[in-house]
């Protein structure tokens, strides 16, 4: 994970904003992320009927405890088409 250094805003259904998040305590999450085999899998399980957008996420409503690793900032995700031209860029 890495600090998150964007300012964030909280908005309303209609765009307007409401407030500014502090962010002195928000991380990015980034992947791979990392569980011993048998909480993760039963993680699975358990949740299957439900949508998660990661591992973290299910364990967090587990109420399993889990901890960041200090990841990297040149760790980017590939998620939509700009990211991949970015990458491209970035190598």
């Known amino acids: 994970m890495t600090k998150t250094t964007d300012t964030i805003k909280e908005v309303d259904e209609n765009g307007r904003i409401i407030r500014t998040i502090d962010r002195s305590k928000l991380y990015n999450t980034q992947t791979p992320q990392g569980f011993k085999t ?42 939509i088409k700009s990211d991949l031209d970015f990458a491209k860029l970035y190598i």
């Open 38 to 79: 048998s909480i993760i899998k039963s993680a699975h399980e358990k949740l299957k009927d439900k949508n998660f957008t990661d591992d973290c996420s299910m364990l967090e409503y587990l109420d399993i405890p889990v901890y960041i690793v200090n990841g990297s900032y040149t760790n980017i995700k590939i998620t």
